[in-house]
């Protein structure tokens, strides 16, 4: 099937200003209706939850609400889904509570493909503990992380891997799922898995993926500034985050610091039923609806990636990095002779954002030869339509020109 891209388009105000985006990576415009959400949410009775008064009955659900959500999104459990300000702050929560029982000689398993929240609170944790950091190395040519370059780092000493599930910078997708089997043949090993920007493309089924923790942010699908930590509610049991004497101790709450935010949590759960709007009903399961519709936004996005890959093979002096067989709707270049930022300013000039830099993903960046500049990033959304991609197919050319 596909989807009505106009009819998304409309939902989204900010698409009004005639902006080309393709900053998704980065965060993706936001619908009236998550928008609304998030209004309705604050200006009805709020309390602290409960279920006695109105203000309490409807941050019990709106909480609830949420967790559900996005336990439909990834394939979770709702009492397994922990709220976060953002993905680095979960990231750095778990790594010291996971460090609290490593000792010296452990050791800890990072990948130079990721962001850098997926390594350095584990390189700082490790480093408090006096564990050992062993780095799993891609390929520059391909931008391919291979399952064995993890495997080969693997040894009865390892308690940590932590992996993306897709590259921010070059989208590389790496088999999660082959990584999971050799990590789990070691019994004390868990693996952590950055989704932030493999939840916006790409129908999550963590069980699948083998992850033991999976984290992901809503405001790069769609919804609001936050993030999101999923886990089997039996791991989290295991861990024991500092937290206030007085706050309860059950999971996932242990691991949420003060009063929720409960209209970002509204805002997420609007987001994710707008994916689901997109497998074009409103009845069945809302897992089974997102299944449809995650069909549909990878056909739309894999076919305007191929309208700009074969644009973009027409353009001399433009270096694609992104090359990875598997790997989301996001591009890294380069030009000859010339800076990505000064691409990104002339796009601007003309109405298309397309972001440069090396976007938090550092090791990543300078693996590739390009330290700690980057590239121009050029990430689709469900809501980029082939006039976007035109008219940053001319901007570039024009860019080359001048």
């Not at 709020?46 to 279920?51: A, D, F, T, W």
């Not at 190395?137 to 308690?159: I, K, M, Q, W």
């Not at 972001?355 to 980029?384: I, K, M, Q, W």
């Amino acid at each position: 099937m596909t989807y009505d891209v106009g009819a998304l388009r409309a939902e989204i105000p900010a698409l009004l200003s005639g902006v080309a985006h393709f900053d998704g990576p980065g965060g993706t415009q936001t619908p009236a209706r998550v928008a609304g959400a998030i209004a309705d949410a604050l200006t009805g009775p709020l309390s602290i939850r409960g279920r006695l008064t109105p203000g309490e009955v409807n941050a019990e659900n709106l909480v609830q609400g949420f967790r559900q959500a996005v336990a439909d999104l990834v394939g979770g459990r709702p009492s397994g889904v922990v709220f976060g300000r953002s993905a680095t702050q979960l990231t750095y929560d778990v790594a010291r509570a996971l460090a609290k029982d490593w000792a010296p000689g452990d050791e800890v398993v990072v990948s130079r493909l990721d962001h850098d929240a997926n390594i350095r609170p584990w390189l700082q944790a490790a480093e408090q503990a006096g564990a050992h950091v062993r780095w799993a190395d891609f390929d520059p040519e391909s931008a391919e992380l291979p399952p064995s370059a993890v495997g080969a780092l693997l040894t009865e000493r390892t308690r940590l891997v932590a992996v993306t599930a897709a590259s921010n910078l070059t989208g590389t997708v790496p088999d999660v799922a082959a990584i999971a089997r050799l990590v789990h043949r070691h019994p004390r090993a868990l693996l952590y898995v950055d989704g932030v920007h493999y939840a916006a493309h790409t129908f999550v089924d963590v069980t699948r993926l083998g992850a033991d923790f999976f984290v992901c942010s809503p405001y790069k699908f769609l919804g609001p500034h936050h993030g999101v930590l999923t886990a089997s509610p039996e791991l989290l049991e295991r861990l024991h985050p500092d937290k206030l004497l007085p706050s309860t101790d059950t999971v996932p709450e242990r691991f949420e610091l003060g009063t929720l935010p409960y209209e970002l949590l509204a805002g997420t759960t609007a987001a994710i039923d707008v994916l689901a709007g997109l497998s074009g009903t409103t009845s069945g399961a809302r897992r089974d609806r997102l299944r449809t519709a995650f069909a549909a936004i990878e056909r739309h996005e894999g076919a305007l990636c191929e309208r700009l890959e074969a644009g973009l093979a027409g353009l001399p002096g433009v270096t694609v990095r992104s090359r990875a067989a598997e790997r989301t709707p996001t591009l890294l270049l380069t030009f000859d002779g010339r800076k990505a930022a000064d691409a990104s300013a002339f796009l601007a000039g003309r109405g298309v954002h397309a972001p440069a830099g090396a976007f938090y993903a550092l090791e990543a960046s300078r693996h590739l030869g390009l330290g700690d500049t980057g590239g121009l990033r050029v990430g689709l959304s469900p809501y980029n339509d082939a006039d976007d991609v035109d008219r940053l197919l001319e901007g570039l050319a024009d860019f080359q020109r001048s």
